[in-house]
């Protein structure tokens, strides 16, 4: 069975940092593109970036280039995102997901979900 686990969110000051982790297990993480997204309450769901365990390559969202840093680390086979100069309006739950794409596409791409780690930025 494949599965993903977010962790590292948690209540960070506007301009602070903060880098989330996925964990994944039940599947080869060399076949996969491995994206992180999230989702503020009563908005829909956003991509934000993807990293391709096969190649390295890496896809932004215009929301999150620049500020945030996908990688991954192949023998946990964990997928980080760094982020850093956060804002309040980044307060949302984040989720990563795996799909078969090399490149970020929309959510209901996606068949593979973690849990969510939530992430609060004050200002």
């Known amino acids: 069975d494949v599965q993903l686990q977010a962790s590292g969110g948690g209540l960070v000051q506007a301009g602070g940092s903060l880098r989330l982790s996925c964990a994944t297990s039940?599947?080869?993480?060399?076949?996969?593109?491995i994206g992180w997204f999230r989702q503020a309450p009563g908005k829909e769901r956003e991509g934000l970036s993807l990293i391709s365990t096969r190649d390295g390559s890496t896809s932004y969202a215009d929301s999150a280039k620049g500020r945030f840093t996908i990688s991954s680390d192949k023998a946990k086979k964990t997928v980080y995102l760094q982020m850093m100069n956060l804002k309040p309006e980044d307060t949302a739950v984040y989720y990563c997901?795996?799909?078969?794409?090399?490149?970020?596409?929309?959510?209901?791409?996606?068949?593979?979900w973690g849990q969510g780690t939530l992430v609060t930025v004050s200002s």
């Open positions: 997901a795996a799909g078969p794409s090399s490149v970020l596409r929309a959510p209901d791409e996606y068949m593979y």
């Open positions: 039940g599947f080869t993480f060399d076949d996969y593109g």
